[in-house]
């Protein structure tokens, strides 16, 4: 080969590396955010299950997401979703500059298309979203923004995010806090009345004053226990104050700042118990896993 021919050879070599290189450029600075400079206060969507409206509250001095005409506490994680999906959309190609009928059933964001419309506290509109069909990876979503008629190919499975219904959105959690706050648990069940209570909660291996029994108690096992109990999430919600027709154990957890009760209900339905609870907590009956609630019947002679 002469030296013409390899310097000829080359150079379309060095074009060829030149070209892909501007077509992935090109294809890169295709995508783009589309970021809202402020922050919704209410998040309206309707999907399948009807309208469901997301807010943020001021309770107690924290900020709380609040989903549904109750004014349920929202499950954080999916609220946040829905904020961060709202708020930066990833878009990775438009498919089309058409919002026809024809484009628009193409990518189901017709009549059955979730729709989202986030507005600032004076219900201002900041971003409408027609949320369509997820492509064939289920990592993207086909969407439309506001009034304008492009279709858009943007990042995410918004369908499972913007979905949910307001029980699926609802917080199945309770209270929470740390078993070192709790300087006095009281129990009023099959063992009768019996309590215990930290002689120093400040101490490194709590001892505990054992009152309404007269075994000795194992103070790690109570320890372990009493850290245990200050977490309650529930299996589902019902939305009355009704409660099943049996004697019930009752719990009060005594910290500092407040006192927490909750009855735990065990209905034998066979060979199988469903156990419901209530709590000062809410205003809500609700069901329990059976660990959730096995914590809350412990019997002395389980700390023995």
Known sequence: MNTRKTILLSAIAVLLCVYALQLISAKKSS???ITLKNEPAVYTIQNSSGEVVLTKETINGEATW???????????????NIKDNVMDIKVLDTVSHSDSEAALERYELGDGAISVTATDSNGKVLRKMFIGKESTTGSQTYVKLDSGKDILLVSGSLKEIFGKSVEELRSKDIFRFEGKEVSKVSVDGAAGKWSVEAKDLSAEKPEWNITG?????????????????????????????????????TVVLSKADKTVEISVYPVK??????????????PYTFTLSKYMAEKFLKSPEDLK
Do not use: H, M, R
């Open 269 to 282: 339905d066979g060979e199988n118990v469903q156990y419901f609870g209530t709590c000062s907590e809410t």
């Open 66 to 80: 609040i989903t549904g005409s109750q004014k349920y506490k929202a499950t954080q994680i999916y609220a946040d």
């Open 213 to 249: 029994i007269s075994e000795k108690l194992d103070d790690t096992k109570v320890t372990n226990w009493v850290n245990s109990l200050p977490y309650l999430s529930v299996e589902s919600w019902g939305n009355t104050d009704k409660v099943p027709d049996v004697k019930p154990t």
């Open 31 to 33: 995508i783009k955010n």
